[in-house]
């Protein structure tokens, strides 16, 4: 697992700005996954799954190297929040503060960004939908009778995390095509908050019906 | 039902241009829905529902009479699609052009700016995240068993549409809370979009599993 700094992170002692238990708990744990650098992580993966804060994430993939991103499919769950600009009437969000507001959105996207700076990288846009907790364990909620999207421009590398999502037990895995669509998926993020506040919890996931 | 022009309307023998039929055959499948101005059909209204495009809804509005909508709860069913803004990476649409994009949207939404020209009317934003066949018939699609959205500033407004949304049969009925949460519904437009594209038809619809 890659981070800005690994020793720093791991000499943390107290929870984060949310309340999360610092990362050394976390590790202690999970002795099986090592933290290292950004560009030590990357160069070892055979995937890459980008699971920082949108509004870095082309800093951090930048730090981890382009070179060490080059050839290989990268997952992107990324959101792009931007919790800087003021909004005159902001949206409510389910922490009391205004909710952050998208940047990318519309007629860009984060994925799109990041295929851009990094175009030898096959990035699929996936699993940015939904709770973390339920990335990797969909069947804790109804059975797994929910589904994940894909947006991509190389066939190959959706087919390679669609197999991976099947094995943690995804059933509803939708193709949606090209990876401009990321951005249906990434403006899913103001109807996200509203629900995680209107239900008072994150244990819920988005299944298309037909 | 309002519409700018009746007797033009009326009068038209051909397809438009998406193809659909002719308002007069539906008209006369109809006899006991009568066809008026906007105005004239506002001002004997004991309950709106905007339907007009969404670039065009405030214009609309405006010519069926701030007076005529005073006090009345508005459903505002329209997604604000701007087809006119040229965009530099378009996402597909289904129909083989590049999709509309929103505006406004992230810091604003159609349905507060309705709400703003129209301070006396309760608007509800609702039934958008559909298509139209299944916004007052939701049984035809898995026995009624998806998700459909309210979001409002009046509670007693919000209830009366829960109200008729339940007379048609919906049973997950999901009050998102404040009016500003009506970006979150009417963001889903690019991911609606591309769930359409993706399955080749609009049978579908949003559930919220949890």
């Given amino acids: 697992m890659g981070t800005r700094d690994a020793a720093a992170a791991l000499g943390r002692t107290g929870p984060d700005a949310m309340g999360t238990a610092p990362f050394a708990?976390?590790?202690?744990?999970?002795?099986?996954v090592s933290l290292a650098g950004y560009a030590a992580a990357a160069a070892e993966a055979e995937l890459l799954i980008n699971a920082t804060a949108g509004h870095a994430s082309v800093d951090c993939l930048a730090a981890a190297?382009?070179?060490?991103?080059a050839g290989k499919v990268l997952i992107d769950a990324a959101t792009p929040n931007d919790f800087t600009t003021p909004v005159a009437h902001p949206m409510p969000s389910p922490w009391g503060t205004p909710a952050p507001i998208l940047n990318p959105a519309i007629t860009d996207s984060l994925a799109e960004q990041i295929q851009r700076a990094f175009p030898a990288t096959k990035v699929v846009k996936a699993v940015n939908t939904l709770a973390a907790h339920l990335m990797t364990d969909p069947t804790a909620l109804a059975g797994g009778d929910h589904t994940v999207f894909l947006s991509g421009d190389d066939a190959g590398a959706k087919a390679q995390v669609r197999d991976l999502l099947t094995a943690y037990g995804w059933q509803g895995v939708i193709d949606l095509g090209e990876l401009t669509t990321a951005r249906g998926t990434e403006m899913i993020q103001p109807l996200y908050l509203a629900l995680t506040r209107a239900l008072g919890h994150e244990h819920f996931d988005f299944k298309i019906v037909r």
């Fill in 25 to 32: 708990a976390w590790s202690e744990r999970h002795p099986a």
């Fill in 65 to 69: 190297g382009a070179r060490n991103l």
